[in-house]
Antibody, heavy 116, light 106 residues
Framework: EVQLVESGGGLVQPGGSLRLSCAASGFSFSNFWMSWVRQAPGKGLEWVASTSQDESEKYHVAFVKGRFTISRDNPKNSLFLQMNSLRAEDTAMYYC?????????WGQGTLVTVSS | EIVLTQSPATLSVSPGERATLSCRASQSVGTSLAWYQHKPGQPPRLLIYDASNRATGIPARFSGSGSGTDFTLTISSLEPEDFAVYYCHQRSNWLAFGGGTKVEIK
């Protein structure tokens, strides 16, 4: 069974940093693109970042470029999102997503709250 | 940047009725479009990919159609568990979602 379990969310002050993690199991992690998608309170879904299987290709949406970095550790079946210079508008549920062009499996999400 | 516009924003439907949701792209995405269902407290679930293919385990009452810039998700006969928010998503250019359509009980 495919499982994606996010962790690392929490309350952080504006300007602070967080590192989100996603533990994958039930599939051959190193064979898949992976992504982070977020949903702010009362808003729709936003694609944040994606990485290819070997990290040779990475994409970050414009509003996080230079602040967020997606990475992965294939031997440990893990995906990460390093988030720096956090802003109030980054407050959201962050989902780890297996990416086959579309998000075919999603984790339950980890909540990030940016507030003083 | 491709923009996806969903309509209506809210659709009020009675159980057993048909629901038709629309997604329009600002430029052609071919058939590179998916639909997701999102319920409160749950992660989104892939329903339809490549415009018209049902994902694994998705009931036949869900169907997708369209190509180019105009797409439709049809739920043939709404079940109680189908009341949710539905998003379209394109992978043709950059990965963008539509704003969502909330399907609520009439």
């Amino acid at each position: 069974e495919v499982q994606l379990v996010e962790s690392g969310g929490g309350l952080v002050q504006p300007g602070g940093s967080l590192r989100l993690s996603c533990a994958a199991s039930g599939f051959s992690f190193s064979n898949f693109w992976m992504s982070w998608v977020r949903q702010a309170p009362g808003k729709g879904l936003e694609w944040v970042a994606s990485t290819s299987q070997d990290e040779s290709e990475k994409y970050h949406v414009a509003f996080v470029k230079g602040r967020f970095t997606i990475s992965r550790d294939n031997p440990k079946n893990s995906l990460f999102l390093q988030m720096n210079s956090l802003r109030a508008e980054d407050t959201a549920m962050y989902y780890c997503v297996r990416n086959v062009g579309y998000g075919d499996f999603w984790g339950q999400g980890t909540l990030v709250t940016v507030s003083s | 940047e491709i923009v996806l516009t969903q309509s209506p924003a809210t659709l009020s439907v009675s159980p057993g009725e048909r629901a038709t949701l629309s997604c329009r792209a600002s430029q052609s995405v071919g058939t590179s479009l998916a639909w997701y269902q999102h319920k409160p407290g749950q992660p989104p679930r892939l329903l339809i990919y490549d415009a018209s293919n049902r994902a694994t385990g998705i009931p036949a009452r869900f169907s997708g159609s369209g190509s180019g810039t105009d797409f439709t998700l049809t739920i043939s006969s709404l079940e109680p568990e189908d009341f949710a928010v539905y998003y379209c998503h394109q992978r043709s250019n950059w990965l963008a979602f539509g704003g969502g359509t909330k399907v609520e009980i009439k």
